[in-house]
């Protein structure tokens, strides 16, 4: 088997240590006292050939199921000192090398999920060559295997290895600390540092949006959080953040869109944005029109319950979904005239709900609860039609 040497001195530096392994504790298979990183154990068919405190190598003797073909086989954990600093000189390094970046995956590091970057290239015909890089917190951890193709397991071996790495406390782990601390001016430089090392990194775009907010710099904090919300896609919901930011620049149709939108998505949010939304209540001009169809069609659905018929509320229910959902996007783009009715609107979408399910289930108590909290909507609705200035 070939070494790749060439690319692990590109990414690492000084990283021999002529000091043993810390001994591992319960638990562990192995442990790197400096660097803080140990292995939870080591995967299967594999022994290790030799370990020191910055790495470790590992061997296994692969044979066909034929029995005429015969392949040793390593793996590699190296730690040291992070010369690169970022995805794309990462990339650069590995591509002169003939590596090609495979994939990123999230792994767990404490309360934070850090990417690892998958590199692999083509080698000789009985052999290939996957690469997993972790620049973290001023180190690089890089796991490097060397198989035949001809060993299906092989790769889900590599992965295993990445997956039962654990790294003491880093950068980022610090940064949230801070922030959840209230010291957002000491997380900053250390979500910005994160980023910088990897731009794509949404946890630390988040962090660093957050950050942002809590200094003061509201504009920038849209930028941050509008980004790392495409990052991070459905795994977080920025919009209550974004909508802070947005209420902070002044922007108060923007800020109670966003807070609605997050609500109506995630209705275990109404402790949260329910005084937010009040609050963009109370500057709210003249009701819309589009208030006015709401009402139409929840007395509608009302008065369709009386026939359970599902047919019909299931339709009532998307056409109050729909104007609310055109309502919202129009706060986004232009002014807004129905932040006072956002509230109201969301307890009677809420209420449908309830009545809905309640009748499919012929539960009479689901669907009485559900007409009320539609009725104390429409009664806050009306409220807002008739308060002086509006």
């Not at 990339?91 to 934070?112: D, P």
Request: some cysteine; charged content about 25%.
């Amino acid at each position: 088997m070939r070494w790749m040497g060439t690319a692990m001195v590109l990414l690492l530096a000084a990283s021999a240590c002529d000091e043993g392994a810390a001994p591992a504790s319960a638990g562990e298979a192995w442990r790197s006292k400096t660097h803080d990183v140990s292995l939870s154990a080591i995967p299967a068919n594999w022994r290790v050939s030799s370990s020191s405190d910055s790495g470790l190598v590992l061997a296994k003797k692969f044979t066909t199921a034929d029995g005429y073909w015969q392949f040793d086989e390593r793996m590699t954990l190296a730690i040291g000192q992070d010369n690169l600093g970022s995805l794309e000189k990462t990339s650069a390094a590995m591509n002169g090398n003939g590596f090609t970046l495979v994939w990123q995956e999230s792994v767990r590091l404490g309360s934070a999920s850090v990417p690892f970057w998958y590199f692999h290239r083509d080698a000789a015909p009985d052999e290939s060559d996957w690469v997993a890089v972790l620049l973290q917190d001023g180190r690089a951890v890089v796991v490097d295997l060397r198989s035949t193709p001809l060993d299906p397991q092989s790769r889900y071996e590599f992965i295993t290895l990445v997956g039962s790495l654990a790294i003491g406390q880093d950068r980022r782990e610090r940064a949230w600390s801070l922030y959840r601390d209230g010291q957002a001016a000491a997380a900053q430089p250390l979500f910005q540092a994160l980023v910088d090392t990897d731009g794509y990194d949404g946890n630390a775009r988040y962090g660093l949006g957050l950050s942002r907010l809590a200094n003061g710099q509201a504009a920038r904090a849209i930028e941050d959080l509008t980004l790392a919300a495409r990052q991070l896609g459905q795994a977080e919901d920025l919009r209550p953040a974004l909508g802070r930011a947005e209420w902070e620049m002044g922007h108060v149709d923007r800020a109670a869109a966003l807070w609605i939108q997050a609500l109506r998505a995630n209705p275990a949010l109404d402790d949260q944005l329910r005084p937010a939304l009040l609050r963009a209540a109370a500057k709210a001009g003249t009701p819309s029109a589009a208030q006015a169809r709401l009402v139409v069609i929840a007395l509608d659905f009302i008065k369709a319950t009386r026939s359970r018929d599902s047919v019909a509320l299931t339709g009532l229910q998307l056409a109050y979904r729909d104007v609310f959902d055109r309502e919202e996007t129009a706060c986004l783009s232009s002014t807004c005239r129905m932040i006072a009715g956002f509230l109201p609107a969301h307890d009677v979408e809420q209420g449908m709900v309830l009545v809905k399910e309640g009748s499919e289930a012929n539960d009479a108590d689901r669907v009485y609860a559900g007409q009320q909290r539609m009725f104390d909507g429409l009664r806050s609705m009306a409220d807002n039609a008739s308060a002086p200035g509006r």
